[in-house]
């Protein structure tokens, strides 16, 4: 199966956990102005546009809601979600694996997840 299929099964499952994620995109493109030259898209001015939160970011984020305990008045709490997708071959770089170990350090949930049964060691009750 391909990531992108795994990603779609794996955000479904965390939907089932209780989690709102999105798509994380991470990249570089070049915005300015465009025109066209025959095959060729020219850009004047051209400068870099950073896409997504950071480098290591995981491909989905968000939050899962918990129940609090009764001191806090039975309020809900949003927990910072990230979940990193890989496939049966893939590897977590030292920036995503470090993003995983910072976001677990604040609190948040967050892993690697190659099936959608992954979701559920992620995201789990506190």
Known sequence: MRESD???HVQ???TRKGAVTFRNNVGQGWVGK???RGDYTIIEAARPLHAGLCEGSSDLIG?????ITPDMVGRRLAIFTA????DSKGHATSAQLNFIAQVKQAGGFAGIARTPDDVEGIIRER
């Open 6 to 8: 795994i990603q779609r």
């Open 34 to 36: 465009s025109s066209r």
């Open 12 to 14: 479904l499952a965390a």
């Open 83 to 86: 979940i990193e997708v890989k």
């Open 63 to 67: 939050w899962t809601s918990v129940d």
